[in-house]
């Protein structure tokens, strides 16, 4: 029976954090333009088409330049992948032109017995591309396959199409011009020369060949110059002219874009896969880019096919010939809306600039864009994904991270300095809050949710029913349950079962620990941890948000011992204060029968940059290097055990009654765990 001057409230039904708190700044941000340099700043890039001029060697000849448009001040433009550089530059001679593609064209000579129309029709014009570069620093991003897409492109504009029936904006009910008014279209014979080395044998033949090249039965010419040799093979590209008058939109060229990037589409399994609104079953992966849009931003592959997303919430890309049964403009476009990390805004354009700030892609239907974990592939739904934007290697990633909890792990780096750790074990040390049993404690726990940061409810699209969600002490009993049937030691499966109990103050001090928890940060909550009072690692978790704490500042803590003594031990250091800190000192302090391992299963299992990164080896020792497998064992069990409880039904007191009683009462009594408790 609990003996304590404040009675926990009776247990609720776990609930998490509803997704409308963050809603309504999505909903604040909605009159805001976020584009491409918002997503990702500091430059963008653009491709210029040039006909002719001085540097022309060839007749009918054009090019297409990729080239750098600078954001920011940033020094250095080859640190990075497509790093800026502090000027315009738009020649292919100079500095800013990273790729080119140069290419001419021409109609073969008439003879006079062709006179007809049927055979002016059958004329062939003749293209060669002559160059197509890319920087080596910038290679990679299948940048010379958008080249090539935009020279066949405009080939296909200039020669096989009839520019004048394809409008962007055309109304089907105007006449279409007569073939006498049409103008004379071509196929077009495209040649090229691939050349590659033995280096790079076959890659170069099989990038075109991907790009619907062929090889012409040429002879291949083999080349030697001193000691490098290699070798030329002859391939070509048709252009078919246009059979039909039927009215169909251009294929739109970043030619009329404002900017773009190449960018890395990526979930938690890698590149993300996308259907062909054609009806390929098949998972295609493309090369992305980024495209300024009016509206917000569009993506679309190298080779000019647009990711759209349908009112069904299926997202797929528009093949060229598909692309007449969709509004492609408004299916195409996705508004990038910005989550701060400080509720009050008060640092929104740093937390903006984070590589690791969280982002939403609203598409014109309401609903939003993600990466389906299962599938691994594109699909919008009605709640909300997160994605981060990084803009060192250009990628874009939808995480499982949500706004509470970098929120909390925020407040964490903000509070959790050395002299507030001091604080919280003076007062929470002397274990007066009251007397209680562990097994009452699992019952408190049933009104906290095992997943605190889901940013919404559980709720259906419809918006008519929750979903039950498993609460704390749920995850408890299956995490013992599965320590049960590996067959661990019992005092395992006792410590998996009553580890989560330090979240049990927020209902034995409401009105202190409580209220902070609702109100700012709920120190309670098992989150990864770290010594404080020394220098803290590179790897520890939200790193990004050191700058917070002022022990960082602090010279005493600067040092890779700080204020311990070498290889003092983990036991002799400070950790965050947490739930489950809490609970190896109330364990030590009962004096259990549990043995030392269980002590340090408790204690350091969130200590993730010790047991996984191998930090900290100036001040662990022996003693703890024995105690490691038996950390990283449970911790590799509970992760393994979050993942499984995702989705199942909460247990009942009833349930959870007869495991205790059938099971796990008589290993609490061995180990002397069954008793009232001082907390």
């Known amino acids: 029976m609990t003996s304590h001057n404040c009675v926990p409230s009776p247990a609720k039904k776990a609930k998490t954090t509803s997704w409308r708190s963050w809603k309504g700044e999505l909903e604040a941000n909605n009159g805001k333009r976020f584009g491409l340099q918002d997503l990702l700043p500091g430059f963008t890039l653009r491709l210029e088409h040039r006909q002719g001029g001085t540097l022309a060697t060839h007749r009918g000849e054009e090019r297409m330049l990729a080239t750098l448009w600078c954001h920011t001040l940033d020094p250095d433009p080859v640190d990075v992948l497509l790093s800026p550089s502090r000027s315009l530059l738009y020649r292919s001679d100079k500095k800013g032109a990273i790729a080119k593609i140069i290419y001419s064209s021409e109609i073969q000579e008439q003879t006079s017995l062709q006179s007809s129309v049927a055979e002016l029709q059958k004329n062939i014009a003749q293209a060669k591309i002559h160059v197509l570069d890319v920087k080596s620093q910038y290679r990679g991003r299948d940048l010379g396959g958008l ?23 055309f109304n089907t009910n105007e006449p279409l011009k007569s073939d006498y008014e049409q103008k004379q279209l071509y196929d077009v014979n495209c040649s090229l020369e691939a050349e590659e080395d033995v280096t790079r044998h076959g890659k170069l033949i099989a990038f075109y060949l991907k790009l619907g090249c062929h090889v012409v039965s040429k002879r291949v010419q083999y080349i030697s110059d001193n000691d490098f040799a290699y070798r030329k093979v002859p391939m070509q590209v048709t252009l078919k002219a ?12 970043l030619m009329s874009k404002e900017s773009f990037l190449p960018v890395q589409l990526v979930g938690d399994a890698g590149k993300i896969t996308v259907k062909s609104s054609g009806g390929s079953e098949a998972g295609l992966k493309f090369d992305w880019l980024i495209n300024q849009a009016d509206d917000g931003i569009q993506f679309s592959t190298t080779h000019g096919h647009f990711l759209i997303a349908s009112p069904s919430g299926s997202v797929t890309i528009l093949d060229q010939v598909d692309d007449s049964y969709c509004d492609v403009d408004g299916w195409a476009t996705f508004v990038p809306l910005h989550i701060s990390d400080e509720i009050d805004h008060s640092d929104s354009l740093l937390q903006q600039n984070s590589s690791r700030s969280l982002w939403v892609l609203r598409s014109c239907h309401g609903t939003f864009l993600t990466a389906d974990s299962v599938s691994k592939c594109f699909s919008c739904t009605k709640l909300p994904s997160f994605w981060q934007a990084n803009g060192s290697n250009l990628s874009l990633a939808c995480t499982s991270d949500t706004p509470p909890r970098r929120h909390h792990y925020l407040q964490c780096w903000k509070l959790q300095t050395h002299e507030y750790v001091q604080s919280m074990r003076l007062r929470f040390l002397n274990f007066s809050l009251g007397k209680a049993t562990l097994f009452e404690a699992l019952g408190w726990i049933h009104s906290f949710p095992a997943y605190p940061f889901h940013a919404w409810s559980c709720e259906d699209t419809s918006g008519s029913s929750m979903v039950s969600l498993p609460s704390l002490r749920t995850l408890s009993f299956l995490m013992a349950e599965a320590a049960r049937e590996e067959g661990l030691p019992d005092w395992v499966q006792l410590v998996a079962l009553f580890h989560e109990l330090g979240e049990a103050v927020k209902k034995l001090d409401p009105n202190d620990t409580g209220k902070m928890a609702d109100s700012i940060y709920d120190w309670t909550i098992s989150t990864r941890s770290r010594v404080v009072g020394c220098a803290i690692p590179n790897c520890a978790t939200f790193s990004e948000f050191r700058h917070l704490n002022t022990d960082v500042l602090d010279a005493r803590y600067s040092t890779d011992t700080g204020v311990y003594e070498a290889n003092c031990g983990l036991d002799n250091v400070l950790l965050l204060w947490s739930g489950p800190e809490y609970m190896y000192h109330l364990l030590r302090h009962n004096q259990t029968a549990l043995p030392l391992e269980a002590l340090a299963m408790v204690r350091y299992y969130l200590l993730g940059d010790w047991h996984e990164h191998h930090e900290y080896t100036s001040i662990t020792n022996e003693y703890d290097e024995d105690m490691l497998p038996w950390v990283s064992d449970f911790d590799r069990l509970r ?23 059938s099971h796990y009462s008589r290993i609490a009594a061995k180990y002397d765990c069954d008793r009232l408790f001082a907390w």
């Open 242 to 253: 246009a059979t039909t008058t039927a009215r169909k939109r251009k294929r739109s060229s």
């Open 639 to 661: 992760r393994k055990t979050r993942l499984e409880c995702l989705d199942c039904v909460d247990l009942s007191d009833e349930q959870c009654a007869y495991l205790w009683d």
């Open 147 to 169: 080249l090539f897409s935009e020279a066949i492109t405009n080939l296909k504009s200039k020669y096989c199409n009839n520019d004048d029936n394809e409008d962007d904006d």
